[in-house]
């Protein structure tokens, strides 16, 4: 059995307001490997520099989880050194956001493009280590925010993905990586291939963020069979999930809408925090460009921007909706019938290219809606953010969509850059796991 654990001091104690270390820290925080064989987690913090909660709490792991009551490997990987140790506390990063930057494109330029395109490549260097040692392992991407927020987690609405979130008692958010792209959590699947979990604990400098990450992260060691809270004399953590939860563990939300920052003068309008509902049209939610920022759908405000610093095109506030339990459950039943995946690829209007992937007339996948290709179990790769009509206009608007979709078919096959088609694929996760995958 082998322990690292890297002390440093000043990370460490969260009572220092601003700790910003005087020598760069090593990318890995530590690792408990046992003698036994297991499953490993991997954890990432600070993928943002100023979320340091994910640290203190995977220091917290790293001192208590003991080898001999253990099997597999706990690591703990900083993300953002570079913005972790710059001065200013409240740096999230140099030059570009990591949590964005984490895309194929990105990844075929140079280490030396920017200061987080060499961190990107360190992060994921070691994950691939990790990842060859242990092909099973789980990531989870620790972050805060800068508004409070009741803790949440995030994944990809692949089914041996979801199985392990549930087993968080959090409010679930589905959708985050049709409107982001370029995240680390997103980036681990997509390259790797493993499953992969973020949880947003709460504000950056609330003690019980901390709390949140190392409830999370026993509540997976547990789940996963690497360590349990009993042997290590801890009471089960997903007591203070629940508890932090408000009792809402079970609900679950869509991503629905994302609004950036366009203008310096951005500003969210009083009273509207995380949580607070609002309407399409009618809603004021925030300022910018000396214009009011109005609802473009309703729901409920999610992750609005309260950083000191903001800059053009970073996340000014997210809109999420209610998904239903039956639809959760309907959505795990339908995507793995073969049937359903034959149908949707000779409907009209949608053209199946390679690697479970379908170019889809964007006119029709608009009325069609996002929710159906997520029910299947498929992943809006790029799409315009179009919304159908209401009522009879969209009646109307389907008849001509469907219509058109029909002569579509007798056309050449369109080409994959068409901004007209929306793109779509069956989730990697999902593919793997099913038995006739290889036959498309
Ligand atoms: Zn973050």
């Not at 809408?257 to 003068?265: F, S």
């Not at 179009?386 to 009522?391: D, F, H, Q, Y």
């Amino acid at each position: 059995m082998t322990t690292t654990h890297q002390e440093h001091p000043k990370l460490d104690d969260p009572s220092t307001e601003h700790p910003a270390p005087s020598a760069p820290p090593a990318r890995l925080l530590g690792r408990i490997d046992s003698n036994n064989p297991g499953p490993t987690l991997v954890v990432l913090a600070a993928v943002h520099g100023n979320e340091r909660a994910g640290i203190h709490a995977a220091q917290r792991i790293l001192r208590t989880l003991d080898p001999e009551h253990m099997q597999g490997s706990f690591v703990a990987l900083l993300g953002n050194i570079a913005a972790l140790t710059h001065p200013d506390p409240e740096t999230r990063f140099i030059d570009h956001d990591l949590n964005r930057l984490c895309t194929h494109e990105r990844f075929s330029e140079p280490p030396s493009s920017s200061v987080e395109h060499a961190q990107m490549f360190e992060l994921f260097d070691h994950l691939a280590r990790e990842h060859q040692r242990d092909p099973d392992m789980v990531v989870l991407d620790l972050h805060t925010t800068s508004a409070p927020s009741t803790p949440i987690v995030a994944f990809e609405d692949a089914l041996p993905t979801r199985e392990l979130a549930l087993a968080l008692p959090l409010p679930r958010y589905l959708g985050l990586e049709e409107e982001l792209q370029g995240l680390v959590f997103d980036a681990a699947t997509r390259r790797l291939g493993v499953r992969s979990l973020l949880i947003e604990a709460g504000q950056h400098q609330d003690p019980e963020s901390i709390n949140i990450h190392e409830a999370s992260i026993w509540t997976l060691l547990d789940t996963l069979g690497i360590a349990h809270p009993s042997d290590h004399k801890l009471t089960d953590p997903r007591e203070t999930l629940r508890r932090a939860a408000h009792h809402n563990e079970r609900a679950c939300y869509d991503l629905r809408h994302r609004e950036p920052i366009t203008a310096p003068d951005f500003a969210m309008e009083h009273g509207v925090t995380s949580g607070t509902r609002v309407s399409a049209g009618r809603s004021v939610i925030a300022h910018q460009n000396t214009q009011p920022c109005i609802a473009a759908v309703s729901g409920i405000v999610f992750l609005p921007n309260m950083q000191r610093h903001k800059r053009p095109g970073d996340d000014a506030f997210f809109i999420v909706r209610k998904v239903s339990h039956a639809w959760f459950d309907l959505s795990a039943r339908l995507r793995t019938q073969p049937w359903v995946h034959t149908l949707i690829r000779n409907l009209p209007g949608v053209h199946p290219t390679h690697d479970h992937e379908l170019l889809v007339r964007a006119d029709l996948a608009a009325v069609l809606k996002r929710q159906l290709f997520h029910l299947f179990g498929y992943r809006l790769v790029r799409h315009d953010g179009r919304t159908p009509a209401v009522g009879f206009a969209r009646i109307t608007q389907g008849i001509r969509a469907f219509t058109r979709a029909l002569f579509d078919r007798a056309a050449h096959p369109p080409r994959r850059d068409d901004p007209e088609y929306w793109i779509v694929r069956r989730r990697r996760l999902d593919v793997e796991l099913d038995p006739t995958h290889d036959d498309i």
